[in-house]
């Protein structure tokens, strides 16, 4: 199993342009999410997947959407990339949202 | 809504010294209750769990008790090395079904000298 995996490792982008922040998982898990990472603020949740064709926002959904059209894929994108969204992004899993979740490495994006 | 309080870092320890985290929380209900670590460059990875009141999670000689009375689960380990040098975090999740989500501490620094 690859577990969690992300991709890009890390990116820089523009203000105002847009990318996707892949993300997949091998594991059958039906619940997914995105959480950011900034200094001194912990992880907060971006959005979350109950399941294939659900999704919800977290406690910071501002400028990402995200989709989930299959169990395997949960990708986050930026539709017009702000200095404000420069942080550490990381994917996870589990089987449902009360039990352990697995993180994928991380993608870490800087927006000049 | 459920908060997570962790203890101010960072920390710094010599090899072979006690440690302890605090680790405070507020939440409706019976959540279940995590430590997760995060090594240098790394994802975050489940160090430990504890489902329910007075249950203890232990891993890699690290010990937590889930404190229904005094709403805590403290990290402590008795002897660190600097292999657990790493951010820790302390994180709850309600037990609302498929909805759940983790709620996370700001995390603490742990370095541990030679």
């Known amino acids: 199993n690859a577990g969690v995996t992300q991709t890009p490792k890390f990116q820089v982008l523009k203000t105002g342009q847009s990318m996707t922040l892949q993300c997949a998982q091998d594991?059958?898990?039906?619940?997914m999410s995105w959480y950011r990472q900034d200094p001194g603020m912990g992880l907060r949740l971006i959005h979350y997947?109950?399941?294939?064709?659900?999704?919800d926002q977290g406690e910071v959904p501002n400028g990402y959407n995200v989709s989930r059209s299959t169990t395997e894929d949960f990708p986050l994108r930026l539709l017009s990339a702000a200095p404000s969204q420069t942080s550490v992004y990381f994917c996870?899993?589990?089987?449902?949202?009360?039990?352990?979740?697995?993180f994928g490495p991380g993608t870490r994006l800087l927006v000049l | 809504g459920d908060s997570v309080t962790q203890m101010e870092g960072p920390v710094t320890l010599s090899e072979e010294a006690f440690l302890t985290i605090n680790c405070t929380y507020t939440?409706?209900?019976?959540?279940?209750l995590f430590w997760y670590v995060q090594y240098p460059g790394e994802g975050l990875q489940l160090l430990l769990k504890?489902?329910?009141?007075?249950d203890k999670g232990s891993n890699k000689g690290f010990e937590a008790t889930y404190r229904k009375e005094t709403t805590s689960f403290h990290l402590e380990k008795g002897s660190v090395q600097v292999s657990d040098s790493a951010v820790y975090f302390c994180?709850?999740?309600?037990?609302?079904?498929?909805?759940?989500?983790?709620?996370f501490g700001k995390g603490i620094t742990l370095s541990v000298r030679p």
């Open positions: 994180a709850l999740s309600d037990r609302d079904g498929a909805n759940s989500k983790l709620t």
């Open positions: 996870a899993s589990s089987l449902n949202g009360a039990g352990t979740q697995y």
């Open positions: 504890a489902t329910k009141a007075d």
């Open positions: 939440a409706t209900g019976y959540p279940s």
């Open positions: 997947s109950v399941g294939a064709g659900i999704t």
């Open positions: 594991m059958n898990h039906e619940y």
